[in-house]
């Protein structure tokens, strides 16, 4: 995944995606659906791309988008990564440590 030019998650369905978190870590430009827990991973334009499922045109358009602007795909993909440090396993923990301690 590290030497793609995007990660794509064409799905009609998520929860929380790993795959997108994986994508996140490793600093690859995203494009995904607005579905699920897409849009707590990716907040669309800023961190990557989120579209509608199986829409011919809106991916095509999106994908030449990322291809042919590098330069911005690639600080919106630093921009996801940076984000992704907050789902790491010691702040998810931390997280339900403070949940269950204020119950």
Not at 11 to 14: K, Q, S
């Given at each position: 995944m590290l030497a793609s030019?995007?990660?794509i998650l064409n799905?009609?369905?998520?929860g929380l995606?790993?795959?997108l978190l994986e994508?996140?870590?490793l600093g690859v430009p995203i494009i995904s659906t607005h579905v699920g827990g897409?849009?707590?991973?990716?907040t669309n334009g800023e961190d990557g791309f989120?579209?509608?499922p199986n829409q011919k045109d809106e991916w095509l358009s999106t994908i030449k988008l990322v291809l042919d602007k590098p330069e911005r795909s690639l600080v919106m993909a630093a921009q996801a990564k940076l984000k992704s440090q907050n789902?790491?396993?010691e702040n998810m923990v931390n997280?339900?440590?403070k949940i269950f301690k204020n119950q």
């Open positions: 030019d995007l990660f799905t009609t369905y998520e995606s790993h795959q994508a996140m870590a897409n849009p707590e991973l990716i989120l579209i509608s789902f790491s396993v997280g339900l440590v």
